[in-house]
């Protein structure tokens, strides 16, 4: 079997990669703080809030608490969480606008752009991420009383398994154009993993799909030791350090256009450079968007 990220049917918010969902929840719930946000989550800081207590260390959702906390660089975090949602926000706007329908966001984690975006009528969100994920992520939704603005559906299922088996039984229409979202899940592949994801991810998507994920080229390897030693244990343990997969150069040789943006760029085009980001490595990180010939 291809090994895949630790997100089985027993992993949890507080875990893994649970805790990168709770920590890009926190940095979108800092953002809101921003004099002009380029993002603004209204459920975020309540995630947070419901896991206190079970997380290695405590996150932050304001400056004034990033601030206190000076052993992890968490206002560059915030800064790079940001424009990376700001960028993915777009994707699917356009993909809405050029009459997509039909949104797949694969290991959602706390994602809630089902329910903070302006969706077009008819559209169709499917979520896709660990069966107690997205028990926790509808727990603290439904306390929050939110109301998806899309038909939203849920996909409990196993990325190490048969899930493009469990988007179809959601409802999913492969013979309909799809916007895909990896977002925050490269990351934590294998190249192995990464082919296979890509694969199924083909193998589901018509003519004039299109894609976006952001990507690290070379792996946690470019982080650098600056955010390593700062991150736990559980964490950088399911970091893969030596990863070769380019997911653009991948696309490009199954029939799909590439193109690839540098997260500085992207940063610098929404009028929030990046000089001063720490850790630099960030700087580097690649948002991929491709589309279905």
């Given at each position: 079997m291809v090994v895949m990220p630790p997100e089985s049917a027993g992993w949890d918010i507080v875990s893994g990669v649970g805790v990168t969902a709770l920590g890009a929840a926190a940095m979108r719930a800092m953002e809101g703080h921003h004099a002009e946000p380029l993002v603004h989550d209204p459920y975020a800081a309540a995630f947070v809030a419901a896991a206190a207590g079970q997380?290695?260390?405590?996150?932050?959702?304001?400056?004034?608490?990033?601030?206190?906390?000076?052993?992890?660089?968490?206002?560059?975090?915030?800064?790079?969480?940001?424009?990376?949602?700001?960028?993915?926000?777009?994707?699917?706007?356009?993909?809405?606008?050029?009459?997509?329908?039909?949104?797949?966001?694969?290991?959602?984690?706390?994602?809630?752009?089902?329910f903070r975006l302006d969706w077009t009528p008819g559209a169709t969100v499917y979520e896709i991420d660990a069966p107690m994920v997205l028990a926790?992520?509808?727990?603290?939704?439904a306390g929050q009383g939110a109301t998806a603005r899309c038909d939203r559906r849920t996909v409990a299922a196993d990325l190490r398994a048969d899930?493009?088996?469990?988007?179809?039984?959601?409802?999913?229409?492969p013979a309909a154009p799809t916007a895909w979202l990896a977002e925050g899940l490269l990351l934590y592949l294998t190249d192995e993993a990464m082919d296979v994801l890509l694969d199924h991810i083909h193998e589901l998507s018509?003519?004039?799909?299109?894609?976006?994920?952001?990507?690290?080229p070379g792996g946690t390897s470019a982080i650098g030791d600056s955010l390593a030693s700062r991150a736990s244990e559980e964490?950088?343990?399911?970091?893969?350090?030596?990863?070769?997969?380019?997911?653009?150069?991948?696309?490009?040789?199954?029939?799909?256009?590439?193109?690839?943006?540098?997260?500085s760029w992207v940063a610098g085009a929404y009028g929030r450079p990046m000089t001063d980001l720490?850790?630099?490595?960030?700087?580097?990180?690649?948002?991929?968007?491709s589309e279905l010939n």
């Open positions: 997380l290695p260390r405590p996150m932050p959702v304001t400056p004034e608490e990033a601030a206190a906390d000076p052993g992890f660089p968490w206002p560059g975090m915030a800064h790079y969480v940001a424009v990376r949602s700001r960028f993915f926000d777009d994707f699917l706007a356009t993909a809405a606008g050029a009459g997509l329908r039909q949104a797949v966001i694969v290991a959602a984690g706390l994602d809630t752009r089902a926790f992520k509808d727990s603290v939704l899930w493009p088996a469990a988007l179809r039984k959601a409802g999913f229409d018509a003519r004039g799909s299109r894609i976006t994920a952001d990507h690290m964490l950088t343990a399911i970091w893969i350090a030596a990863q070769q997969h380019d997911p653009a150069s991948w696309l490009l040789g199954h029939g799909w256009t590439a193109g690839v943006s540098r997260l720490k850790p630099e490595s960030l700087r580097v990180m690649q948002l991929v968007t």
